[in-house]
T-cell receptor
Framework: GENVEQHPSTLSVQEGDSAVIKCTYSDSASNYFPWYKQELGKGSQLIIDIRSNVGEKKDQRIAVTLNKTAKHFSLHITETQPEDSAVYFCAAGGTSYGKLTFGQGTILTVHP | NAGVTQTPKFQVLKTGQSMTLQCAQDMNHEYMSWYRQDPGMGLRLIHYSVGAGITDQGEVPNGYNVSRSTTEDFPLRLLSAAPSQTSVYFC?????????????????FGEGSRLTVL
């Protein structure tokens, strides 16, 4: 089955800096790569996703890049703000209806 | 819209006790799933359902049962609780997750149920 590795496990940045979280996956057939944000005491919410037919996608301060050859994808957050502090999960799927494999999560802390 | 509703939010059990975590969604999603979240291990899929009457196992199904009698509800049953089942449980629903050809694939999560087994 699919295996997703996520790094780093914790990330601390100053407000205004950029943050980068990286994930690798094992199944070359995976074609859907979402990122979820989990705020304290809440369920996770989709913030951005990318499909295997594109290499990069942006949404305001958030971007995701995908390298299918190397089987890794990354989340980039620019101009970080304290409200960006949360746990971020990457995931991979699309090979089997109903199955999405998540990474271990990254605790991002943005200091004012 | 209520979205995905989980109950209870907190529960303490003794080893060997049974209980059911409830999950309901009002978005007419055909897909529903249960995940457990443990420190350093991310979200791991327990069971999922692609429609009423259809369920399948995820990554960590042992010790859990599910059923899907209606589109709206997807309860998770622990038949004989063990300390290893201490975790935070999340229910999630979607039109079609992880399948590029159908819908957006976005999962909608409940707020979680924190279970402690003593």
């Amino acid at each position: 089955g699919e295996n997703v590795e996520q790094h780093p496990s914790t990330l601390s940045v100053q407000e205004g800096d950029s943050a980068v979280i990286k994930c690798t996956y094992s199944d070359s057939a995976s074609n859907y790569f979402p990122w979820y944000k989990q705020e304290l005491g809440k369920g996770s919410q989709l913030i951005i996703d990318i499909r295997s037919n594109v290499g990069e996608k942006k949404d305001q301060r958030i971007a995701v890049t995908l390298n299918k050859t190397a089987k890794h994808f990354s989340l980039h957050i620019t101009e970080t703000q304290p409200e960006d502090s949360a746990v971020y999960f990457c995931a991979a799927g699309g090979t089997s209806y109903g199955k999405l494999t998540f990474g271990q999560g990254t605790i991002l802390t943005v200091h004012p | 819209n209520a979205g995905v509703t989980q109950t209870p939010k907190f529960q303490v059990l003794k080893t060997g006790q049974s209980m059911t975590l409830q999950c309901a969604q009002d978005m007419n999603h055909e897909y529903m799933s249960w995940y457990r979240q443990d420190p350093g291990m991310g979200l791991r899929l327990i069971h999922y359902s692609v429609g009423a009457g259809i369920t399948d196992q995820g990554e960590v199904p042992n010790g859990y049962n599910v059923s899907r009698s209606t589109t709206e509800d997807f309860p998770l049953r622990l038949l004989s609780a063990a300390p290893s089942q201490t975790s935070v449980y999340f229910c999630a629903s979607s039109y079609a997750p992880g399948l590029a050809e159908r819908g957006t694939g976005e999962l909608f999560f409940g707020e979680g149920s924190r279970l402690t087994v003593l």
